[in-house]
């Protein structure tokens, strides 16, 4: 059965750095644009980041730009989200997922992805 794994979740301090990485399980990320959502206690998931199938294009939510970057490495099957100047906001549950085709924005809805991950807890305290 395909699935997408996520790893890389942690707790740390204010102002640290964390990078996660998805890895896709019965398939390959050729020809998929790939996304990562989060989902906070209390709140709605929302799109945080996705990039195009072969780089051309990401996109980002405004709470992040500029400190978050997404990239895939396709020889290595696996997309990543380097997140840096992390905030207690950025605490959430954090998915990666993936679509066939370049038809995305960060707005995306969830459900239209092909396939999601079972998340990866990222907590930012003090």
């Known amino acids: 059965q395909s699935r997408l794994v996520e790893s890389g979740g942690g707790t740390v301090q204010p102002g640290e750095s964390l990078r996660l990485s998805c890895a896709p399980s019965?398939?390959?990320?050729?020809?998929?644009?790939l996304a990562w959502f989060r989902q906070a206690p209390g709140k709605e998931r929302e799109g945080v980041s996705c990039i195009f199938s072969d780089s051309s294009k990401s996109d980002y939510a405004d709470s992040v730009k500029g400190r978050f970057t997404i990239s895939r490495d396709d020889a290595k099957n696996r997309v990543y989200l380097q997140m840096n100047s992390l905030k207690p906001e950025d605490t959430a549950v954090y998915y990666c997922?993936?679509?066939?085709?370049?038809?995305?924005?960060?707005?995306?809805?969830?459900?239209?992805?092909?396939?999601r991950g079972q998340g990866t807890q990222v907590t930012v305290s003090s």
């Open positions: 019965g398939f390959t990320f050729q020809y998929y644009a």
């Open positions: 997922a993936a679509i066939l085709g370049d038809i995305i924005t960060v707005r995306t809805a969830w459900e239209e992805y092909d396939f």
